[in-house]
């Protein structure tokens, strides 16, 4: 493990270089703060890139629609133009603050401990997403048998369903979305749902059944054959346990993931409501000069939204709020990029 000069600490470091991450740091540099970017993934991100790479997203300003990638794509360019420091493939394992001899001017300075180096850091704004992460397993005694030979649980490459008979499981926006998606490549795709409604887009309910897919409410998932790859799946109707053989080639589960906070529920932060860092309006913890902001933070007694478009807000938040507290007389209020543009 290597350890950064304690002496070179930037002034705010991104635990998470998601949407949120990469906006803040974005923002951070705006404000003419040092930024660094630490993230476990290969590549920034986060869940977008890692799991839905191919996901059309219809709820970013700016984009009737995008691919989950290109946002990805846009939300680097715009942040990487202030040049951070960035650290990818690096688990955060701990956050504790330095000690006196880091002449640390502030408060309390922080430093990170992560599997592979040492950072230290006058602020941290953990934007984790929904922190460690495990796909929903259904209890279907052959299923891990064929998890990657037919099985999965995220679409990297909509190409390698072209021509197929997919069946996908589940009833939130990603099976609706990507059903809708794989429609226009596969040769038949069926989407089976536990119960009637959705918890999707109304409009991407609207277009699921516009579309082609085969639509089966009130029908689950029960064994699959094939050898050694999928070949077919036995589904059965919950109400009147009828049940139903299809041909199909892949089948895609969409249930959704559990999320934990992992390492970071050890870093002293109060937590509310299972997962979720708990925060004010400022998007302040209650360690000093540590913020959260995105799908894991939540003020108290509020519902989570769990949007990108929230979490762009939010990194704001921090960032303006860091800033106040880093630089002597500095205001949370940036003033307009407008009226900054119109001065040059």
Known sequence: MTTDNLQDKVDITFIGAGPTGLFGAFYAGLRGLSVKLIDALPHPGGQL??????????????????????LVNELQKQAFQWNPIVCLEERALGLTPLNDAANCEDPVCWKIETDKAIHPSRSVVITAGIGAFQPIRLGIPSLGEYEGHGVEYFIQDAETYRDS??????????????????????????????????RAFESSVHDLYASSVEVKTHYELKEIQGSGKVESATIFQNKTREEE????????????????????????????NRRYIKVNARMETNLDGVYAAGDIALEENEDPLNLIVTGFS???????????????????????????????
Do not use: C, M
């Open 49 to 70: 890139r890692a799991l839905y790479p191919e996901k059309t997203i219809l709820d970013v300003p700016g984009f009737p629609a995008v691919k989950a990638d290109t």
């Open 165 to 198: 008979r997919v069946l996908v499981v589940g009833g939130g926006d990603s099976a609706v979305d990507w059903a809708i998606n794989l429609s226009r490549i596969a040769e038949h795709v069926t989407l089976i749902h536990r119960r009637e409604g959705f």
């Open 245 to 272: 053989s299809l041909q199909v080639d892949q089948i895609f589960l969409a249930l959704g993931f559990k999320a934990d906070l992992g390492v970071i529920k050890k870093w002293g932060l109060e937590t509310t």
């Open 314 to 344: 939010e990194a704001a938040i921090a960032v303006n709020h860091a800033y106040a507290r880093l630089v002597e007389e500095g205001s949370v209020f940036p003033g307009h990029t407008s009226e900054r543009a119109a001065k040059t």
